[in-house]
């Protein structure tokens, strides 16, 4: 038995499955592709133009973080690459070791650090990213130059509708509650 399944055959199953369950469809279908896409995406551009690099989607994001902004906070990276603080220290420390990236003291507060790229890491991002920009255009060749403006518009939307309201509807559903910690999906020592 095959593992692999279509989109249709995902959106049929879907169907069946819920049959008169009331769910909205349309967002759910919205959403379920939103991460359908960007799954696709990231497995493409990580099993071709990041292999031959040796980069992860993560570190990618991380020194274009960095090569677009310059020199930055590493909580402001993390936060801006989309991942934890944890995270970005496991990542930087990786990118430190292959010498793409510089990790600094702040100049007027010790207890925060500063990353930049070193030279090696400015001339590898100029080579990447136009390969980079190659498979961006690779995965989105079936939409014409206006769709895919369109599309990125519609999921600018979603994003503003989340850093606008997403604070607010978690308080709501949680009673004002702090949400409680992640777990790693280990089981407590006992």
């Known amino acids: 038995m095959s593992g692999h399944r279509s989109i249709r055959d995902t959106e049929k199953a879907v169907q069946d499955k ?9 967002p759910m279908a919205a959403v379920a592709n939103i991460y359908r896409a960007a799954a696709a995406v990231r497995q493409h551009l990580e099993n071709s133009v990041l292999r031959t690099a040796d980069l992860t989607w993560t570190s990618f994001v991380v020194l274009w973080v960095v090569w677009i902004w310059g020199e930055r906070e590493t909580r402001r990276v ?25 990790r600094n003291s702040h100049p007027t507060d010790g207890r925060l650090a500063l990353l930049s790229l070193t030279p ?66 280990r089981r407590a020592k006992g």
């Not at 819920?18 to 349309?26: A, C």
């Not at 690459?81 to 220290?89: D, F, H, P, Q």
């Open 120 to 185: 090696e890491g400015e001339r590898l991002m100029a080579r990447l990213f136009p390969q980079f920009n190659a498979e961006e255009a690779f995965v989105t060749d079936g939409l014409a130059d206006d769709e895919a403006l369109a599309l990125a518009d519609l999921l600018r939307r979603v994003v503003m509708q989340v850093e606008t309201h997403g604070e607010e509807r978690r308080l709501e559903l949680l009673d004002g509650k702090d949400p409680r910690p992640r777990r790693s999906g």
């Open 18 to 26: 819920l049959g008169d369950t009331p769910v909205r469809h349309e």
């Open 78 to 102: 993390a936060e801006q690459a989309g991942i934890s603080k944890g995270t970005l220290t496991g990542v930087a420390r990786t990118l430190q070791s292959r010498g793409l990236l510089e």
